[in-house]
């Protein structure tokens, strides 16, 4: 299977200097690149967040929160003086309760001219209400605490979208251009495709491209999600929103600006939000169906009860208790914010998600699937073994190998030479090459052959003492040996599987197109003990459907090139690496760091996050079906309603936050 190289790669962030060495301002340090993010939580309203640096903050509504609250909390004092008429206390009452909930009054007025029933317009409901019946305290108290929460709800969801936005400005809109002897900006969109573009100190790559010349060395942070440094020189892929270091380097343009790493990262991001996870559509559908049957409830509890007693005031008050204490505002926005910060989360980890459904469909995966090369392996081949055959030894066959492959540049050959790596080239003549077969050479004087199974027949050469390999080799008519070559496993990835059967995942499988020889020498060095070989792509769709059967979620983990059907055909399909377009479209989850062992942390990840959804989702209705029932009886006060309703979302909310803090890896973790 072929394999696009991407480099894993990453330095500690080196912040931008104020000039740029040619005098050119950089403007790369600050992306022009706006993203405007939208966290729909399913309650009406749309929690908009629009990245604009140097913005100042809106400090009104914190003043006049701090006013409202102590112009209540006068109110209380004021009813301490027995001599002083109640209603100078009450009016104090009413101006903050104003001046806190007049926002709130808007939004409830604009929701039922709408007839949209949400939680702005419930408090409405319950603030008029108690106005009506004097309950001039209990107002106030309700429209100051539910603004205090809407704005820890806002601080949280902020920062989960800062996380993302911060994922939208890696693509920077302008790149250098020589020109007549001058360095000159251009507009990057305009670049095409073999254009040579400069990228200076410190500044972040704008086009995907290949280094011609210059050394330096490039933070992937922002891509890959590691801190470990890529030395650039002469034939290094730089990806787009790379920070470049100290050196200057010149590129050569391999995608558009719309292809690019950078590009398609931002894609992803901003569209993850609209596939939903099946839990968020659920409370979605909930809290539409919800509000409406409260409202109703709390108007038969005012009316039905106080038709029969007479006790008008007494039953108002329950509904309203009835109606605070029920506010969705805990489910409705915690939950799509727990997927939200789990994207976020995973995006610091270099592991970008399509959509919260395959965090939740990933976190229940009992069944995962590797491809072998590009995934477990790298693609770049090396010899695994060298067999002789009788009376010959392993040193003999690999120097003629060698020879003989000398001036091939066939993938295999040159794992050959590399492996021997002492031929010399005067010792290697008349040498010729076959393709599809084989080549022939004089070697230190011999007639050497070394080829397939193919090459070997047609020569009438018997190999059937010799297990199976790539390449046979003959020497002046005898078969002396035969080399093994496999793809190079890459060094995490028996962690990878060794952590994915810790965390329970306990049916790991290798599915690969290579001879059952290559298959068996990578399973065991990764530690897989079921493996299958010699698939074509059609065989591999085949295999999965099976594995499929009885699994509570299969996994596949590809490269993204020649596995789309299996991608497709798995509950989430893992890509591995940024550098081909197959691999962003095929995968619902993308690993931009080429490391299997990132599974095992999305998992790890994931988990956490529905773990957390869950509890924000048990937590929420325990508490207040438990206030609205004792509210219904006449057992709990409007305070018990309030924190029912802005305690319990706040809580919620701050820990669906919890998923934000990732560890950071150090440079030794990563190595290990």
């Not at 002897?181 to 305009?190: H, M, N």
């Not at 801190?227 to 995608?255: H, K």
């Not at 090369?373 to 003629?400: A, D, F, K, N, R």
């Not at 769709?541 to 090139?561: C, N, W």
């Amino acid at each position: 299977m072929s394999k696009q190289h991407t480099h894993e790669t990453c330095q500690q962030h080196v912040p931008a200097p104020a000039h740029a060495s040619c005098g050119v301002h950089d403007h790369t340090a600050h992306s022009h690149t706006h993203a405007e993010i939208d966290l729909d939580c399913g309650c009406g309203h749309e929690h908009h967040h629009h990245h604009e640096q140097g913005s100042k903050k809106n400090v009104w509504p914190i003043v006049s929160l701090v006013i409202a609250a102590v112009l209540m909390a006068a109110g209380f004092i004021l009813r301490l003086f027995d001599g002083l008429p109640e209603f100078v206390s009450d009016i104090v009452f009413v101006a903050a309760a104003v001046l806190s909930g007049y926002p709130v009054l808007i939004d409830g007025v604009k929701d039922l001219l709408k007839l949209r029933l949400d939680e702005h317009l419930l408090v409405s409901i319950a603030v008029i209400a108690a106005c009506i019946i004097g309950e001039f305290p209990e107002a106030a108290a309700v429209t100051i605490f539910f603004q205090v929460g809407e704005m820890f709800e806002e601080f949280a969801v902020n920062r989960s979208k800062k996380s993302i936005a911060a994922l939208t400005e890696i693509r920077p809109d302008t790149a250098h251009v020589m020109e007549k002897g001058t360095l000159v900006q251009k507009r990057a969109e305009e670049i095409p495709i073999g254009s040579v573009i400069t990228v200076l100190p410190f500044e972040r790559v704008p086009l995907d491209g290949t280094v011609r010349t210059g050394q330096s060395s490039l933070d992937a942070s922002a891509i890959t999600g590691e801190s470990i440094p890529l030395e650039a020189s002469a034939g290094t892929n730089a990806l787009s929103g790379m920070i470049n270091g100290s050196g200057t380097l010149e590129l050569e343009v391999t995608n558009t600006y719309g292809d690019s790493a950078a590009s398609r990262i931002i894609d992803m991001v901003e569209n993850a939000a609209s596939r939903k996870a099946s839990t968020e559509r659920t409370v979605s559908k909930f809290a539409r169906i919800y509000t409406p049957v409260i409202v109703v409830a709390a108007i038969l509890l005012a009316v039905i009860p106080s038709l029969i007693t007479g006790e008008w005031s007494e039953w108002i008050h329950r509904s309203l208790i009835f109606l605070v204490a029920s506010c969705p505002c805990a489910l409705v926005l915690s939950v799509p914010l727990s997927f939200f910060a789990g994207i976020g989360a995973a995006s610091k980890k270099g592991i970008l998600v399509k959509g919260g459904e395959f965090i939740e469909k990933l976190s229940k995966a009992d069944t995962v699937v590797f491809d072998k090369t590009g995934t477990l392996t790298t693609g770049e081949l090396s010899v695994s073994s060298v067999i002789p055959s009788h009376g010959h030894t392993e040193e003999e066959v690999l120097q003629y190998a060698a020879g003989c492959e000398y001036y091939s540049n066939h993938p295999i050959a040159k794992a050959i030479v590399t492996a021997y790596g002492r031929m010399e080239e005067a010792s290697v003549s008349d040498f010729q090459e076959t393709p599809g077969h084989g080549t022939a050479a004089r070697v230190l004087g011999k007639e050497v052959l070394c080829g397939g199974k193919n090459m070997m027949q047609q020569r009438g050469l018997d190999f059937a003492a010799l297990p199976e390999a790539q390449v046979y080799v003959c020497v002046a008519g005898e078969l002396i040996g035969a080399v093994q070559v496999s793809g190079t496993v890459r060094d995490d990835s028996a962690q990878a599987v060794r952590e994915l059967k810790a965390l329970g995942v306990n049916h790991v499988v290798m599915l690969t197109g290579d001879n059952e020889q290559a298959a068996a020498q990578t399973a065991q060095a990764c530690g897989i003990t079921e493996y299958r070989a010699g698939l074509l792509p059609g065989d591999k769709v085949t295999a999965l459907e099976e594995l499929k059967k009885g699994s509570a979620g299969t996994v596949f983990v590809g490269d993204g090139i020649n596995d789309a059907p299996v991608l497709a055909t798995a509950d989430v399909g893992v890509a591995m690496g940024l550098g081909t377009d197959a691999a962003i479209e095929a995968g619902d989850i993308v690993l931009t760091n080429n490391r299997p062992s990132r599974l095992s942390d999305a998992v790890r990840l994931f988990r956490r996050t529905m773990g957390i959804v869950k509890f924000n989702i048990a937590f929420a209705l325990i508490v207040k079906m438990a206030v609205l029932l004792l509210g219904a009886l006449g057992l709990a006060s409007m305070w018990a309603a309030v924190f029912a309703d802005v305690g319990v979302s706040v809580l919620a909310v701050l820990n669906a936050s919890r998923i934000l803090r990732v560890r950071r890896e150090t440079t030794q973790q990563l190595k290990s």
